[in-house]
């Protein structure tokens, strides 16, 4: 009998050893045995799966391979030791030297640096579209363009994208359609179901939830995860064994943690809507949200994060921020703690003023990812602070 895929991220894992334990064992370990020549001979020359070295495959990376395959829906899958290598490998495993990747102009930091400054120096061309005008996408698709590379809800904006409309452009033209999934996590959305080629996670934020370790992961396509795996198993991007044990185990609590993160967030920024200090609050499953209809029909609930815009721009951001007693300044997102961050100050920093304006990183944006911590102690906080602004 085939599980729920809920009960599959609950009940996968690797097989028990003669210990008989009942949670899920770590295999912290760098190499495995062979019996004998042959056997190792063998699964040298790839006649065998039998693992050789953790940087090639380990058994507790797998499982957590395994059970984000099962929630994406995707046919295959390659972890890796933090979101940003599994996006990097997505590239450097598929495009090459004369391809054209086109991507969503609003996508995380780190992401519009390797498209910007790296690519180029392999030969591979790029070009953006904006996550306001889609009708325009298909007009930037050149006959070299080779992927369509975004996020939704985008960061840090929060925009929605029409997975269902990009997914049939991308088949209509034959372009991989790969897609950080980061944000909304499997629980929430599958953009599989709606034509995805390639997933890709950080598995830093959400899924671990708790601000422990690093990891990320590449699900999809069988034949495209093959030439990611390979280029992975000779570069060496490969996840701890401990942090795929930490996260495997964070996969089995992903969906009651994102239900409660997604009604705090959604109690919190309804209840900002009309504050004086504000010039505008959102959050996709918002009705002022202008896709809150397209959030809707693609995604569970609107996620963990929402984000408002200060009426006093850059000193009040830092203001609000100096002012917070119980949130966290941090670098991170998707955590059990609440935390707020200033994008145009941080994350962003490294745009140009043109280039944050592009994306709608305003002075005054706030983002902030909701906690688990009791609904109103996170609400009270922000009230406060937005006094002080
Ligand atoms: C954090 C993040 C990444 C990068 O992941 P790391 O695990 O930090 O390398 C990529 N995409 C999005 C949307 C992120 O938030």
């Known amino acids: 009998m085939e599980y729920h895929p809920l009960t599959q991220a609950i009940r996968l894992q690797t097989e028990r050893t003669n210990e008989m334990e009942h949670s899920t064992p770590m295999f912290l370990t760098s190499s495995f045995l062979f019996d004998n020549a042959e056997d190792m001979r063998a699964a040298f020359a790839d006649e065998t799966d039998d693992n050789i070295y953790s940087r090639f495959s380990n058994p507790t990376v797998q499982e957590f391979t395994d059970k984000m395959c099962v929630l994406e829906g995707a046919e295959a899958g390659h972890s890796t030791a933090s979101g940003m290598s599994a996006v990097f490998a997505s590239f450097m495993a598929l495009l090459k030297a004369g391809d054209h990747l086109l991507a969503c102009n609003s996508i995380f930091?780190?992401?519009?640096?390797?498209?910007?400054?790296?690519?180029?120096?392999?030969?591979?061309?790029?070009?953006?579209?904006?996550?306001?005008?889609?009708?325009?996408?298909?007009?930037?698709?050149?006959?070299?363009?080779?992927?369509?590379?975004?996020e939704t809800p985008t960061n840090p904006g929060?925009?929605?994208?029409?997975?269902?409309?990009?997914?049939?452009?991308?088949?209509?033209?034959?372009?991989?359609?790969?897609?950080?999934?980061?944000?909304?996590?499997?629980?929430?959305?599958?953009?599989?179901?709606?034509?995805?080629?390639?997933?890709?996670?950080?598995?830093?934020?959400?899924i671990d939830g708790q601000g422990r370790v690093l990891g990320g992961v590449v699900v999809g396509k069988k034949e495209l995860i093959?030439?990611?795996?390979?280029?992975?198993?000779?570069?060496?991007?490969?996840?701890?064994?401990?942090?795929?044990?930490?996260?495997?185990?964070?996969?089995?609590?992903?969906?009651?943690?994102?239900?409660?993160?997604?009604?705090n967030a959604l109690a919190i920024a309804t209840k900002l809507q009309n504050h004086p200090k504000l010039a505008s609050v959102k959050y996709p499953f918002l009705p002022s949200h202008p896709k809150m209809e397209i959030a809707r029909k693609q995604m569970k609930n609107?996620?963990?994060?929402?984000?408002?815009?200060?009426?006093g721009g850059l000193d009040s951001?830092?203001?609000?921020?100096?002012?917070?007693?119980?949130?966290?300044?941090?670098?991170?997102?998707g955590d059990t703690r609440s935390i707020a961050s200033h994008p145009?100050?941080?994350?962003?920093?490294?745009?140009?003023e043109q280039e944050r304006q592009a994306v709608g990183i305003t002075p005054g944006l706030i983002r902030i990812s909701v906690g688990l911590e009791y609904v109103d102690d996170i609400l009270n906080d922000i009230l406060q602070a937005l006094e002080k602004c």
Not at 114 to 120: N, Q, S
Not at 165 to 187: E, Y
Request: one cysteine or more.
């Open 109 to 150: 930091g780190s992401t519009h640096t390797i498209i910007t400054k790296y690519l180029p120096k392999y030969g591979i061309e790029y070009s953006y579209v904006s996550a306001d005008n889609p009708e325009e996408w298909e007009a930037a698709i050149r006959p070299n363009t080779k992927m369509l590379y975004i």
């Open 344 to 352: 145009a100050s941080t994350t962003h920093a490294k745009l140009t």
């Open 226 to 263: 093959k030439e990611i795996f390979l280029f992975c198993r000779s570069s060496g991007p490969a996840l701890s064994p401990f942090n795929a044990w930490v996260l495997s185990k964070s996969l089995e609590t992903l969906d009651v943690r994102m239900e409660r993160h997604a009604a």
């Open 302 to 311: 609107g996620g963990g994060l929402f984000c408002f815009e200060l009426k």
């Open 158 to 206: 929060l925009d929605i994208l029409d997975l269902e409309v990009i997914g049939k452009l991308t088949k209509k033209h034959n372009i991989i359609l790969n897609v950080d999934n980061c944000f909304a996590t499997p629980v929430n959305q599958r953009p599989i179901e709606f034509g995805a080629d390639l997933v890709v996670h950080s598995a830093t934020k959400w």
């Open 317 to 333: 951001g830092r203001k609000f921020l100096d002012s917070l007693k119980l949130m966290s300044l941090t670098a991170n997102l």
